[in-house]
T-cell receptor, first 113, second 114 residues
């Protein structure tokens, strides 16, 4: 089965709201996690990453939180904009295959104005 | 910045035909990957390479072959295409590291097998 998954397949928010996208992972040995954004017809675009020795990392309007106790990862987007509408994937490193990643199934974020 | 470039962008094949998907990166990355993405799914790893002249199997390697003759190029071949291989194929690359480097993706090749 999937090593990395997401709680909700879709999320709808109003412009200006904060969005939270969640992800659960099952491999406690994973030490690196990434969030990607994928727009229609495009490849995944790197948003932010976090290593297992961290609990939180912030970027521009985005924050990733890692809870290793319950194997949970979340992506917070502040002041969500229509341009944030996309599919968001979390991924973890697949240690047994070098640097390759295991992806979850994705959450579709829809932002209405 | 070109980044990761995939060709072709679209292709339709008949069952049993063969073809090669091309991936080129200009970031001098050591690692390269081929994934497939099916509707409503995340990406699944087909094959990957940790350096020029090396390749390894991923999660779903059956029916595909790869070659990495040059550091900047990673080729994915379908020897005898099957309808189950209808998918969007993504190539990615990353710098050398212990799994702690983000992968950079191309925009995909949309392949239909009739």
């Amino acid at each position: 089965g999937e090593s990395v998954g997401l709680h909700l397949p879709t999320l709808s928010v109003q412009e200006g709201d904060n969005s939270i996208i969640n992800c659960a992972y099952s491999n406690s040995a994973s030490d690196y996690f990434i969030w990607y954004k994928q727009e229609s017809g495009k490849g995944p675009q790197f948003i932010i990453d976090i290593r297992s020795n961290m609990d939180k990392r912030q970027g521009q309007r985005v924050t990733v939180l890692l809870n290793k106790t319950v194997k949970h990862l979340s992506l917070q987007i502040a002041a969500t904009q229509p341009g944030d509408s996309a599919v968001y994937f979390c991924a973890e490193n697949m240690r047994q295959a070098g640097t390759a990643l295991i992806f979850g199934k994705g959450t579709t974020l829809s932002v209405s104005s | 910045n070109a980044g990761v470039t995939q060709t072709p962008k679209f292709r339709v094949l008949k069952t049993g035909q063969s073809m090669t998907l091309l991936c080129a990166q200009d970031m001098n990355h050591e690692y390269m990957y081929w994934y497939r993405q099916d509707p409503g799914m995340g990406l699944r790893l087909i094959h990957y390479s940790v350096g020029e002249g090396t390749t390894a199997k991923g999660e779903v390697p059956d029916g595909y072959n790869v070659s990495r003759l040059k550091k900047q190029n990673f080729l994915l071949g379908l020897e005898s295409a099957a309808p189950s291989q209808t998918s969007v194929y993504f190539c990615a690359s990353s710098t050398q590291g212990r799994g702690n480097q983000p992968q950079h993706f191309g925009d995909g090749t949309r392949l239909s097998i009739l």
